[in-house]
């Protein structure tokens, strides 16, 4: 199951409105971690794995200079039809794991994020590693991610959301040899149909979080249950983690 197979158009249609309404109360909490490790704004920002680049465009409207990749064709195509004119090549179209960093982009940016479980579907260490040649010295890395230890103390069974235009409903399971999330979801559209689709995402403790991390060169600074700087704990439902590129 890959990544491709649960984001895509339907993903946009039903999620979109949504998430979209969030983006800027998400970006003022990612801004408040920022300044609490760093004492400043930062000037430019990179998303790794940035969707139809929802939080792009609000970065943009704060005076930062945004950029971000992603692999799904059908948001980048969004972003691309919908972002400021002067940001639309600003997402670019490509695969984390596989992309080469630009001369001109290595070691520029205040703030690389990883937001909304971006990991969890490939080749991780890749996207620790493109954070850090991204990132200037002293620069932050923000990664957001499900808490595998919440998990395990509640495992998931099934739970049903509200959509654009619909419902969710999710029957989850666990591989615990390989700490595999997998879900089965049925999107119930207002208009009749059922579309099914299907993720197998791999989840991830704080320490394996940090240990990537580490491999990469980065240091570990500070963990947070969610994204309004919460305590963690094993209990907490997000891994919210704070990463520096020493320099």
Do not use: C
């Not at 595998?148 to 999710?170: C, F, H, M, N």
């Not at 704080?206 to 209990?235: C, K, N, Y």
Request: proline fraction near 3%; aromatic fraction near 12%; glycine fraction near 10%.
């Amino acid at each position: 199951m890959t990544m491709s197979d649960y984001f895509g158009s339907l993903y946009l249609r039903f999620w979109g409105p949504k998430l979209e309404a969030v983006a800027e109360r998400e970006v003022a909490d990612i801004l408040g971690i920022y300044e609490v490790y760093a004492g400043s704004k930062p000037q430019r920002v990179f998303d790794l794995g940035a969707g139809w680049g929802r939080h792009i465009i609000v970065f943009h409207s704060k005076g930062i200079e945004p950029w971000g990749i992603e692999k799904e064709e059908v948001f980048v195509r969004h972003f691309r039809e919908t972002a400021p004119e002067e940001i639309k090549d600003h997402l670019i179209l490509g695969d984390i794991t596989q992309w080469q960093v630009p001369d001109d982009m290595k070691g520029t940016f205040d703030l690389a994020l990883s937001l909304f479980s971006s990991i969890g579907w490939s080749d991780d260490t890749k996207v620790f590693q493109r954070a850090y040649d991204i990132l200037k010295p002293g620069g932050i890395f923000i990664v957001d991610t499900d808490n595998r230890d919440a998990y395990v103390i509640k495992p998931p069974s099934r739970t049903w959301q509200k959509v654009e235009g619909g419902i969710a409903l999710d029957k989850h399971r666990i591989n615990w040899k390989d700490s595999i999330l997998i879900t089965k979801r049925e999107i119930h559209a207002n208009d009749g149909n059922i579309y099914t689709l299907n993720r197998q995402m791999r989840l991830y403790s704080l320490h394996e979080i940090v240990a990537m991390a580490q491999q990469a060169g980065l240091t570990f600074l500070g963990a947070f249950g969610d994204l309004h700087m919460g305590g963690w704990s094993i209990r907490a439902g997000r891994n919210v983690v704070v990463l520096k590129k020493e320099g």
